[in-house]
């Protein structure tokens, strides 16, 4: 299967704890995008990434959230002290690089939902 | 205002039935415009994709795209209940990053 995974699927933790998110983008992708699903809402972008690089993070809210995305390996969103209301579903997505392919389109993953009790 | 607005619905049709759902928008600078299909549970799947002004048909499938009202249509015909997902509009300006979407459109297709 050479579609976006996401791991784990399923994320249960008690305020305070710290959530960890992974992303392995398509083969081939070299970009990768996360967003954050709340309940009744659209899906709304939080960061932009590439090998080594944060692009944009513009959607990301100033504290407790981080994410990188390593030479090797998958890329990380990190959640610090997780509150009630980061209890979401997080997607994924990614696209080729500039040189090959359409950097327009985004392929998404089947989601991380984060459940903070 | 939000950037991109979408009828929640739900909307529920016979199968068979030509189904059209549709989104407006409010920045002009929108170029790019995408239709993504959610099973429930899942992550969104892509199904259209159009760059600027009018017509794309996929099997089953067309969307438009009509920048002057802002407006984009995605139809489907000949609806299937395996179409029963959310659809979901996105939409994103010529070189940033980020996507915007609507909240999505519940449809039901009814056997």
């Known amino acids: 299967n050479a579609g976006v995974m996401q791991n784990p699927r399923h994320l249960v933790r008690r305020r305070g704890q710290e959530a960890r998110l992974r992303c392995s983008p398509m083969?081939?992708?070299?970009?990768v995008y996360w967003y954050r699903q709340l309940p009744e809402e659209g899906l709304k972008f939080m960061v932009y990434?590439?090998?080594?690089?944060?692009?944009?993070e513009s959607g990301m809210p100033k504290e407790r959230f981080s994410a990188e995305f390593p030479k090797e390996g998958p890329s990380i969103l990190r959640i610090q002290q997780v509150v009630r209301g980061d209890s979401a579903a997080y997607f994924c997505?990614?696209?080729?690089?500039?040189?090959?392919?359409?950097?327009?389109?985004?392929?998404f993953g089947p989601g991380t939902r984060l459940l903070v009790l | 205002q939000k950037e991109v607005e979408q009828d929640p619905g739900p909307l529920s049709v016979p199968e068979g039935a030509i189904v059209s759902l549709n989104c407006t928008y409010s920045?002009?600078?929108?170029?790019?415009f995408m239709w993504y299909r959610q099973y429930s549970r899942k992550g969104p799947e892509l199904l259209m994709y159009?760059?600027?002004?009018g017509n794309k048909e996929d099997g089953r499938f067309t969307a438009q795209v009509d920048k002057s009202s802002k407006y984009i249509s995605l139809f489907i015909r000949d609806s299937q209940p395996s179409d029963s997902a959310t659809y979901l509009c996105?939409?994103?300006?010529?070189?940033?990053?980020?996507?915007?979407f609507g909240t999505g459109t519940r449809l039901t297709v009814i056997p």
């Open positions: 997505a990614s696209s080729p690089s500039r040189a090959s392919g359409s950097v327009e389109t985004q392929y």
């Open positions: 083969k081939g992708h070299s970009h």
């Open positions: 990434l590439q090998k080594e690089n944060i692009i944009d």
């Open positions: 920045n002009s600078a929108f170029q790019y």
């Open positions: 159009t760059y600027s002004s």
């Open positions: 996105a939409m994103k300006i010529a070189g940033a990053n980020n996507l915007f």
